[in-house]
């Protein structure tokens, strides 16, 4: 199957039975996953786990898609879902790191300056897990505001303005960090 299919296109091959379109599928977002699943548990076994059953869930539940918004807000939902069941049996989160975060080919580049990464470390552990996951998804994974939106179970608008305020908070926390005035 070509690497160049849209995501609409493989499902609609995966709903016909086309189990090559799976591993397009797969393939393009399995790190995406990966890394959302790992904001939200801080453990890279369990990141894992949640990543693979994600697409094991897409396969056997790939015909109840009905096309409504788009296919990787459905992906992240399922995704999302998982870790909050995994959270709902006592799993405890952990902090994670911005190099666990950035495994897997990220979209933008983490600071090569080992120091500058520990500061923003510091900064988004201080922040709610809401904002770590918006600004993990937005500005690490680089989805749309509606991918957000469909992943998390909120408004596109309620998503945008929770990513502004994880940004103006992230850049609070920096600043804190950094001995910085903060910006009004």
């Not at 697409?55 to 015909?63: A, T």
Request: charged letters at 30%; glycine letters at 6%.
């Amino acid at each position: 199957m070509e690497s160049v299919v849209s995501d609409n296109e493989a499902v609609s091959r995966l709903q016909r039975g086309d189990e090559e379109a799976l591993v397009v599928l797969y393939d393009r977002y399995l790190d995406r996953v990966y890394r959302f699943a790992l904001c939200l548990l801080g453990s890279r076994e369990e990141a894992e786990e949640v990543a693979g059953e994600s697409f094991l869930q897409v396969f056997r539940h790939v015909r109840d898609y009905r096309g409504e918004g788009t296919f990787s807000g459905w992906l992240f939902r399922i995704a999302r879902n998982l870790c909050f069941d995994r959270m709902r049996r006592g799993r405890r989160l952990q902090i994670i790191s911005l190099d666990d975060l950035a495994e897997g080919e990220p979209r933008r580049e983490v600071s090569p300056d080992p120091t500058l990464n520990l500061v923003v470390q510091a900064a988004m552990q201080q922040l709610p897990a809401d904002y770590r996951l918006v600004l993990t998804m937005r500005d690490v994974d680089g989805l749309s505001n509606l991918e957000v939106a469909q992943a998390m179970s909120r408004t596109p608008s309620a998503t945008k303005s929770l990513h502004f305020r994880a940004r103006q908070a992230l850049r609070d926390a920096l600043a804190g960090t950094l001995g910085l005035e903060e910006q009004p």
